[in-house]
């Protein structure tokens, strides 16, 4: 019988970390780890596989920084325990292999604040060991300077059935969340929050969550779960709530999503062509999600989609304020030129039963009604499991609300 414990190990029961720390000579005092079956005489295969927990002794990045190497250093699948606090980590970026993962005691309690002065990201994961990655209950806070380009969370390696839950990214210029590679995950329950500063630097970027593919250009596959997931989030002031490129595959679906008058001219929901990467966005799937507007006046939200590149279905979408947005799907011609058809472009979109109809089409000489989009439901498709079984270990599907314990600094 396995049992995780919180508190010190009695007298007679036996403890794998005793065990592995005599051997290993790596404890800090944060394996919780024991076992009370008398019978085997050493730990077996499956208990050395077991997922160990350690515990950093504070928010701040020396002390989380320690408990990951000590996580490393065990050669087991850990996770490492960030107590509550708030803590700047200044131009720090911590860097973890996957099979390691990070949980705060909340997102409301564990905030960790980047003061970076370059292009750089607060955190990365990186799974190019083949293991997974698993990132929860903590908010990250960026800096808000257009002068670099910085980020959140960043997943790289081609990550393979991730987590990211249960918490929050705001002010970063750059993305809160960022994928690279083959990947396929889940992103739910989390709150994406003014991730874009106008006048930055060398472009323009502004991301809730961002994904990038391996440069790649597969077979169209919907449906399915090879994909990047991003579900049941909440999304207010980003650029584009979650943007794609490079061979990318995504699915975008419950969440709810809001414009701000910071945002207003752009699109909510981006799939970019072919141009600032290899290849374009491969595939997208928008639906069942909630999009509406904080805006002053008589502003107007540019759209809802913007579609550059890739091919997929936008359908089921509801949008509150339709008279505060010109288009529910945009057709955009940067990307795109005769003669036809232009590399990675749309050839394959199908656009149902949104709540507000108007399409924009900027490109009509590449964008054709029945040839490389169509206002019909896609034949066959049908989505796939809500909510993503990934999240059977976690509580049940709930719809995002606006966060409620947010402070003004």
């Not at 490492?80 to 970026?93: F, K, S």
Request: proline fraction near 4%; include cysteine.
């Amino acid at each position: 019988m396995l049992l995780m414990l919180r508190r010190p190990l009695s007298r007679n029961q036996f403890s794998c970390s005793d065990l592995l720390s005599s051997q290993l000579g790596w404890m800090r005092g944060v394996i919780v780890v024991s076992i009370f079956n008398f019978l085997a005489p050493w730990p077996t295969a499956s208990l050395l596989a077991a997922e160990l927990t350690f515990q950093a002794q504070s928010c701040g990045f020396s002390a989380v920084r320690a408990a990951v190497q000590d996580a490393i250093d065990s050669g087991a699948n850990s996770v490492v325990n960030i107590p509550a606090g708030t803590c700047n980590w200044g131009d720090n970026e911590l860097v973890l292999p996957g099979g390691i993962s990070l949980k705060g005691s909340g997102k409301a309690t564990t905030v960790l604040r980047s003061y970076s002065t370059a292009n750089d990201r607060l955190i990365t994961i990186d799974c190019s060991n083949g293991k997974t990655a698993r990132f929860s209950d903590m908010t990250l806070i960026g800096k808000g300077n257009s002068a670099i380009w910085d980020g959140g969370l960043a997943l790289r390696g081609g990550c393979r059935d991730f987590k990211v839950f249960n918490s929050r990214f705001s002010d970063f210029v750059f993305y809160g969340v960022g994928v690279w590679g083959d990947s396929q995950g889940v992103i739910y329950r989390n709150d994406f929050l003014n991730n874009y500063r106008a006048g930055q630097t060398g472009g323009t970027t502004g991301y809730g969550v961002v994904v990038y593919g391996n440069g790649t250009w597969p077979p169209l596959e919907l449906g399915t779960a090879n994909a990047v997931f991003v579900e049941d989030n909440y999304f207010s002031g980003n650029r584009h709530n979650i943007a794609s490129n490079n061979g990318s595959r995504y699915v975008f679906r419950y969440n709810s999503a809001i414009a701000t008058s910071s945002v207003r001219d752009f699109s909510m929901v981006d799939a970019h062509g072919r141009g600032s990467s290899t290849r374009g966005s491969r595939s997208w799937e928008i639906y069942n999600n909630t999009f509406s507007t904080e805006l002053a006046g008589n502003e107007k939200a540019r759209s809802v989609t913007g579609i550059r590149g890739g091919d997929g279905v936008v359908f089921n979408n509801i949008v509150t304020a339709s008279l505060t947005i010109r288009a529910m799907i945009e057709l955009s011609a940067l990307e795109v030129a005769p003669p036809y058809p232009s590399m990675d472009q749309m050839r394959s979109g199908y656009f149902w039963n949104n709540s507000l109809d108007l399409l924009v089409n900027q490109a009509p000489s590449n964008f054709v009604l029945g040839r490389d989009y169509f206002l019909t439901a896609r034949p066959g498709y049908t989505p796939y499991v809500y909510p993503h079984p990934l999240r059977s270990s976690q509580q049940a599907a709930t719809p995002p609300v606006a966060p409620s314990d947010l402070r003004v600094e």
